[in-house]
């Protein structure tokens, strides 16, 4: 992905920022300086305003989507650190996480230590090459080769940066694509550390919202409604139309799709135990694939023209197929399936769960 380019400013400088990054910082610290400044019009930035930055937008990846930022990431650590210590929700809202950090920054404060030490210098490499700390803070002071900030300091303390006024415009035009820059470059460095997850890119960041599930209600109102009965795989409760909630059975935080094989109709007061811990495979996978031929069969025997039936193709078979297989294949269809999904995401840190 490339940038918008500029007669005036050495934006092919700006190009090389992530070369050979080996960590998160130089990604999160970019994101950080362009939020602080688009979004609250911040020419000097305060340290601590871009550590929490830093947390904020790293918050999801790594503590509702569990991605691996490799080996020895600080800044993994420290949100890990962070959350379990305080109990934050991993679901907190953006907002409301920001304005936590800051109302506990002498508590926060000595987890993120770490961050002002490198990343701030390092990012200046493509306009000063140099690997002398001292010597950055000195020759930024005159943004040297154009550079896009100069660092403060307070004796040995860095304070801050403040932004060269000859990239204010640029910045402030070319915002989102500089921001998606930043996600895409991320995108590429968590693919190549987390090379089974599917969806990346809708991982970096945490939708505010989510899609309707009203097609796969529709489907389960139309099982219901035909006569299948169904009862919830967790508490054999039998449901019905209006009196069910939708269940994804591997997390939604894992899988990132709302693909139907995945999504059944459960008792309502499971979810606040289940939320998005991973139901045990030797107790429900087989359940959960009764009752999913059992709803494919109701639907091709009674013409539902619903397209979510196609979801069932990337199981790897048509919903003919699965409703005329027996036990033994269609067992081993949904564990092909679900039994590598379930490695991958407890190998990743979701909980095991079980009624």
């Known amino acids: 992905m490339t940038i918008p380019q500029s007669n005036i400013l050495p934006t092919n400088r700006l190009c090389r920022i992530f070369d050979k990054t080996v960590a998160t910082y130089k990604f999160y610290w970019f994101i950080g300086i362009l939020d602080l400044f688009v979004k609250e019009g911040k020419t000097k930035i305060h340290i601590w305003d871009l550590m929490v930055e830093m947390v904020v937008n790293a918050w999801y990846p790594v503590c509702y989507f569990h991605l691996s930022f490799g080996k020895s990431e600080s800044l993994f650590d420290a949100i890990m650190g962070i959350q379990q210590t305080y109990q934050i929700p991993i679901n907190i ?88 820059f930043a996600f895409w470059n991320l995108n590429i460095f968590l693919q190549i550390r987390n090379p089974n997850v599917p969806n990346i890119p809708n991982k970096i960041i945490k939708a505010e919202t989510r899609n309707s599930l009203s097609r796969q209600h529709d489907f389960w109102n139309f099982v219901m409604g035909h006569g299948c009965a169904v009862r919830c795989i967790y508490t054999n409760k039998e449901l019905s139309v209006g009196g069910y909630d939708l269940d994804h059975f591997i997390p939604w935080s894992f899988v990132s799709h709302d693909l139907i094989w995945n999504l059944i109709p459960a008792d309502g007061s499971i979810n606040s135990s289940k939320s998005d811990k991973l139901p045990d495979l030797r107790t429900y996978l087989q359940p959960l694939a009764i009752m999913q031929q059992n709803a494919v069969k109701t639907c091709l025997s009674n013409n539902f023209r619903g397209q979510v039936l196609e979801d069932y193709l990337s199981l790897g078979c048509t919903p003919q197929d699965l409703a005329e297989m027996n036990k033994g294949q269609l067992f081993d269809c949904f564990a092909r399936t679900f039994a590598p999904m379930h490695q991958i995401a407890t190998n990743m840190g979701f909980e095991q769960w079980r009624m």
């Open 93 to 180: 809202s953006s907002t409301d996480l920001r304005k936590w950090l800051h109302n506990h920054k002498e508590d926060i404060l000595p987890w993120l230590r770490f961050l002002p030490i490198n990343v701030p210098y390092r990012f200046l490499r493509p306009w000063i090459d140099t690997s002398d700390d001292n010597a950055v803070v000195e020759r930024s002071l005159f943004f040297e080769n154009g550079c896009p900030y100069k660092l403060i300091k307070d004796g040995k303390i860095l304070k801050g940066i403040e932004l060269n006024p000859a990239w204010l415009d640029y910045l402030t035009q070319n915002y989102i694509i500089l921001k998606e």
